[in-house]
């Protein structure tokens, strides 16, 4: 069964901006809401966006209120995520995800975002957008590929991404729901109540600022816990600004990932410019995607929605 898909934007419709998680400024939001503005659209910012609560951005409940305020807004056709860094899983429990069920809307945003992600679309049924995030939109925003294809997506463009090769890309065919997103946020929800379902889908992880052997023990964690061996393909994005120890670990993060999962038979797919660093391109998490891999590259090709309908001819 297809997940929901949100209806999508068009001129004139309301975005909201959140910190579910670290605190942001003005300055960091300001080129974001020029662009938004710019393309035709209302913004909308929470009422403690620009709070501060030590790292977060205001406390657990401010967060939570703000969530719930752009949730509860009929005009709000979509919720970007203003940045991650930690906190939003220390919101999950004051937020009602019920209401965003009956009234779905786009959640958008990647890194600490992807604890939303996972709960949404493994356990509501409702497509979400990994991308850009507005503390990521700079000041020249017009050169900004991944502003403009995450407002393209939400606007109703189907993504189609043709990879170059990578040498550890591994070949075949694969066609599944697309899950994922930060590895490190991924193995921290195993065995909760906002863990991802793998079974049978796509798997996308990318990671930030982590420990070579960081990456290799959640890693295992993932395939110990079965989250590997039931996947029905692997697309790898930016692992950016790895660290070493003094004594190296003896293999890269793509190295590591290879060998995690080098004992299924499933298409690999390294270097998708998702993740950290520019670009970061679009990613519709819960939709039915096909993975090829060849000895020419990769492509990653999402199915047209078939729930978009149903939910237009409800109307607003």
């Known amino acids: 069964m297809e997940n929901i898909t949100p209806p999508y934007l068009k001129p004139g419709d309301t975005v909201g901006i ?3 998680a670290r605190f942001v400024s003005h300055e960091d939001v300001n080129p ?4 938004l503005t710019a393309r035709g659209f209302i913004v909308k910012t929470a009422p403690s966006l620009f709070a501060k609560h030590f790292q977060f951005a205001g406390s657990d409940s401010e967060r939570a209120s703000d969530f719930m305020e752009m949730v509860n807004d009929s005009n709000v056709k979509a919720i970007l995520c203003a940045r991650g860094g930690y906190g939003t899983v220390r919101i999950l429990d004051r937020i009602n995800l019920r209401k965003l069920q009956l009234k779905p809307k786009w959640i958008v945003g990647y890194s600490d975002i992807t604890v939303l992600h996972s709960i949404i679309t493994s356990w509501f049924g409702i497509e979400t957008l990994h991308a850009t995030m507005p503390v990521n939109f700079p000041k ?8 403009s294809s995450m407002v393209d997506v ?10 170059p090769h990578h040498p550890l890309n ?3 065919t694969a066609t599944g729901f697309l899950t994922g997103g930060n590895l490190s946020i991924l193995a921290s929800l195993i065995g909760t109540d906002a863990d991802t379902s793998t079974q049978e889908r796509i798997l996308f992880i990318e990671d930030v600022d982590e420990y070579l052997y960081h990456v290799d023990r959640m890693m295992l964690q993932l395939k110990r816990a ?5 996947i029905a393909g692997l697309v790898v994005g930016h692992f950016s600004e790895m660290k ?9 993060a793509y190295q590591i990932i290879s060998e995690a999962v080098k004992e299924y038979r499933i298409p690999v797919c390294f270097g998708f410019p ?3 660093q520019e670009p970061n391109l679009p990613l519709i998490m819960g939709r039915k995607v096909q993975l090829v891999v060849n000895s020419q590259g990769a492509s990653l090709t999402f199915h047209e929605s078939s729930s978009q309908a149903i939910l237009d001819t409800h109307g607003e």
């Open 18 to 20: 959140i910190a579910p």
């Open 32 to 35: 974001a809401i020029r662009f």
């Open 140 to 147: 020249n925003i017009n050169d900004s590929e991944s502003a």
């Open 154 to 163: 939400l606007m109703g463009r189907n993504p189609a991404y043709s990879i």
């Open 170 to 172: 591994r070949k075949g």
């Open 226 to 230: 079965g989250k590997l061996k039931s």
């Open 244 to 252: 070493d120890n003094n004594i190296p670990f003896g293999l890269d």
């Open 274 to 276: 998702a993740g950290h």
